[in-house]
């Protein structure tokens, strides 16, 4: 523990920022959450997905989307995307598996909904749902408030 | 992969250390996206020089943005697109590379982000400058005062991460007039041309203590063991494929019609 509060402290010196994140991130009630901070919102087979709040404003500005084909696979927890931002590419993870039935081309012109709008305009794909029963492996919205405040603890 | 010697110590996780030198950078971009992919262990790989001059564009780079594709075309200058994220660079025999390959696990605490794993590597590089320069993390670039000497990227899974940073140790001034200044800088630069903006690491110290320090702040935090290269496998025996390649003729052809399309539209109207 010492240890990592201590390389932090000094990063964040020469960096001249804070070593906590700010307050807390919004997190949406009636939307499921994965462990790698991407949210689901699911309308009957239908499941549009998007990354959160708490991701967004981790990752900074977002400049690139890269997004997938329609028509083109997920599965719950492998990458099908990638999102750009201060110089680094992070992998974008389904939260469930199907089949990419629209992608949100706003994105190429707009990346920066993503951060604006993470839950909204910011939405990525929209995926035709395989396997229903892997909903109940997401984590709802006080869970995932849960999950997120015990990672940024833990770090 | 032979083992030549292992300096293991004991609490720290381990690296797998590659020294090169003068490996083309595609090859090395190859190297670092699949063991990044595919691999499960922790990796360091230095390449001291690459070949031929050659035109490294982040994942999202235009080519008809970032580069003045005439000459480019006209000189054959390579120009190739990886997988991460980040600017656009052209190396050749006076750049030094240094990737950094990492499990989260590997550094406790280290959140897996962009600004937090710069910040990490960014503390290495503290050691390594230690009393050298004004060496600081100006704005995502490693600078000495605000003279850039090292850009990065980065490309970040759920499990892995990647920092890899090439190093102007020296650099061809004529080079540098193949790219444009780019939309997207650091405010640190102030508009400043390529000349201005960045500096060589030779004038601050020796090619080989820099490589040699580097290897030795790494040491600190992981227990390195030397790993040798075999450059040149059997196709057969390649099993994953990158995304990171080089742009075609056609692709470079194309963005120059579209950019001249852009900037003379009287021209082209009654064709």
């Known amino acids: 523990m010492a240890s990592r509060l201590m390389w932090a402290s000094r990063a964040a010196f020469h960096l001249r920022i804070s070593v906590f994140n700010r307050g807390f991130a919004t997190v949406l009630k009636d939307l499921k959450y994965s462990d790698s901070h991407e949210w689901a919102k699911v309308e009957g087979g239908s499941v549009t997905v998007g990354i959160t709040d708490h991701a967004q404003d981790h990752l900074g500005d977002v400049v690139y989307v890269e997004l997938p084909e329609v028509g083109s696979s997920v599965t ?12 680094a590419t992070s992998d974008l993870n389904s939260p469930v598996s199907g089949k990419i039935v629209e992608v949100n ?9 993503v951060n604006s709008s993470p839950f ?9 749902l395989s396997d229903s029963g892997e909903v109940g492996k997401l984590m709802d919205s006080e869970r995932y408030s849960k999950f997120c405040e015990e990672e940024d603890a833990a770090h | 992969m032979a083992t030549l010697f292992e300096t293991r110590k004991l609490g720290l996780p381990l690296m797998n250390l590659i020294r090169l030198e003068g490996l083309p950078i595609l090859k090395q971009l190859h190297l670092e996206e699949e063991l990044f992919r595919t691999s499960k262990d922790n990796w360091c790989i230095i390449n001291d020089g690459t070949d031929d001059p050659t035109i490294v564009m982040g994942i999202s780079g235009k080519p008809a943005e970032l580069l003045d594709i005439k000459p480019v075309l006209h000189d054959e200058i390579p120009v190739i697109r990886r997988f991460t994220g980040g600017g656009t660079v052209i190396v050749d025999p006076g750049t030094i590379f240094a990737t950094f390959i990492c499990n989260k696990e590997a550094v406790p605490g280290l959140q897996p982000y962009p600004r937090p794993i710069m910040s990490w590597s960014s503390l290495i590089y503290e050691q390594v400058f230690q009393g050298i320069g004004n060496f600081r ?33 020296d650099y061809d001034a004529r080079n540098m007039s193949y790219l444009r200044l780019p939309k997207r800088a650091p405010e640190y630069r102030m508009a400043r041309d390529h000349m201005e903006f960045i500096c060589r690491l030779k004038d601050y110290l020796p090619r080989s203590t820099f490589i040699n320090k580097t290897v030795e702040a790494l040491g600190t935090h992981f227990s390195l063991e030397s790993v040798v290269y075999e450059a040149d496998k059997d196709p057969s025996a390649i099993k994953f494929m990158p995304t990171t390649r080089q742009l075609t003729r056609e692709e470079l052809e194309e963005a120059l019609s579209a950019t001249d399309l852009e900037n003379c539209p009287a021209q082209y109207a009654s064709l």
């Open chain 1, 76 to 87: 719950q927890g492998s990458s099908f995307g990638a999102v750009e931002s201060v110089k």
């Open chain 1, 105 to 113: 081309e706003e994105l190429s012109s707009s990346p920066g909904l």
């Open chain 1, 120 to 128: 909204e305009n910011g939405w990525i794909i929209k995926v035709e």
């Open chain 2, 137 to 169: 993390l100006c704005e995502n670039d490693y600078a000495f005062g605000d003279r850039k000497f090292g850009g990065n990227a980065q490309s970040i899974t759920k499990r892995r991460w990647i920092h890899h940073t090439s190093f102007l140790w």
